[in-house]
């Protein structure tokens, strides 16, 4: 669904991505993992095209989407969550999923999207819908931001670090939820995280990022035990 070709990108001479290449294909969780400062969220920035890489191309169903809009890109099916909140806190659960639809009314996906109930349900918001989000615990701001993003109709759903803040049992529940959303809403889910249990047992495929490079990819297994990973991020 996803490639990436060959993305390089500098910040006053020091690259934060190097001949970034890689694929993320239909129907798949890949996830995308390093240290700080391996270029993950700039990566991602890159894809939804919200900075301009300085070379390299990104395709999305072989249709080049390098320099498209934002909105273009939301109209071709790619949604997004970000690491901090970017929920309206003044407006209810449910005005920020009507966001996410009124996207996808104006991207002409608006067929192809839940309805606001539906979306609720999926979820398990239903009884927050009137509930203003700025009085929420962080877990449910999170399963908030990926309704919304549910709501636009996506067939790619992007994931900046959303266990982020989460308790234990949190992640726990995310993680399930994700996994059902995938099977139940058929989407292609392209994911930056830190908790590696939730990684590990959710993920297909895995890249793997440092100080701009990819250093590893390959299923779960495999990443584990490569050395160059193992010396990079996970450590023994």
């Given amino acids: 669904m996803l490639r990436l070709e060959h993305l390089t990108l500098a ?5 934060a991505l190097q001949d970034v290449t890689f694929e993320v294909p239909t129907g798949t969780v890949t996830a995308l993992i390093g240290p700080n400062g391996a270029g993950k969220t700039t990566l991602f920035n890159c894809v939804n095209r919200l900075q301009n890489p300085d070379s390299g191309r990104i395709l999305l169903d072989d249709i080049d989407v390098t320099n498209a809009s934002p909105a273009k890109l939301a109209s071709l099916g790619v949604a997004r969550t970000f690491q901090h909140s970017a929920l309206f806190a003044s407006l209810s659960v449910t005005d920020n999923i009507r966001i996410g ?20 349900q999926l979820l398990e918001l239903d009884h927050l819908s009137s509930s203003s989000v700025e009085s929420l615990p962080l877990g449910t701001k999170k399963r ?15 994931l900046d670090e959303p266990a982020g803040g989460l308790t234990h049992q949190e992640v726990d529940e995310l993680r399930l939820l994700l996994t059902r959303l995938r099977c139940e809403a058929g989407l292609t889910i392209l994911l930056v995280e830190h908790h590696m ?16 490079k990819v250093i590893s990819e390959g299923s779960p297994e495999e990443v ?6 193992i010396s990079a991020y996970l450590g023994s």
């Fill in 197 to 212: 249990n939730m990684v590990m047992t959710m993920s297909d495929r895995i890249v793997v990022l440092n100080s701009g």
């Fill in 101 to 120: 639809r009124d996207l996808a009314h104006r991207s002409g996906r608006i067929n192809r999207a839940p309805t606001i109930q539906e979306t609720l």
């Fill in 11 to 15: 910040f006053r001479g020091v690259r």
């Fill in 144 to 158: 908030i931001e990926i309704a919304r993003a549910l709501a636009s109709a996506p067939q790619m759903l992007m």
């Fill in 224 to 229: 584990r035990v490569d050395p160059r990973v």
